[in-house]
């Protein structure tokens, strides 16, 4: 059964860094994608950003380029998150999410989700 287990969400404020982690396990990864999704108060589930676990290959929505990077510990199972110059538009319940035959921006091909974490962003 595969696992996902977000941390590292938080209070901070505007211009801020956060950096969340997410544990995977339960399965072989070989070269799936996992991405990060938010959803913030009110709104639907959204896409973040995803990387393959393995080569270079990363996606980010246009929203966050510049700001976020994401990245992975293959001897970890673990993808992060790095979040820069945080903004109030930022805040949301961060989810990672992985599949076995995933479109990377859509939310609906993915078949595991952690149990997300809070990201608040103060003006």
């Known amino acids: 059964q595969v696992q996902l287990v977000e941390s590292g969400g938080g209070l901070v404020q505007a211009g801020g860094s956060l950096r969340l982690s997410c544990a995977a396990s339960?399965?072989?990864?070989?070269?799936?994608?996992m991405g990060w999704f938010r959803q913030p108060p009110g709104k639907e589930r959204e896409f973040v950003a995803a990387?393959?676990?393995?080569?270079?290959?990363?996606y980010y929505v246009d929203s966050v380029k510049g700001r976020f990077t994401i990245s992975r510990d293959n001897a970890k199972n673990t993808i992060y998150l790095q979040m820069n110059s945080l903004k109030s538009e930022d805040t949301a319940v961060y989810y990672c999410?992985?599949?076995?035959?995933?479109?990377?921006?859509?939310?609906?091909?993915?078949?595991?989700w952690g149990q997300g974490t809070q990201v608040t962003v103060s003006s």
């Open positions: 999410a992985t599949g076995d035959s995933v479109i990377v921006g859509d939310r609906r091909t993915y078949d595991y």
């Open positions: 339960g399965r072989t990864f070989n070269n799936h994608v």
């Open positions: 990387i393959r676990w393995r080569g270079y290959s990363t």
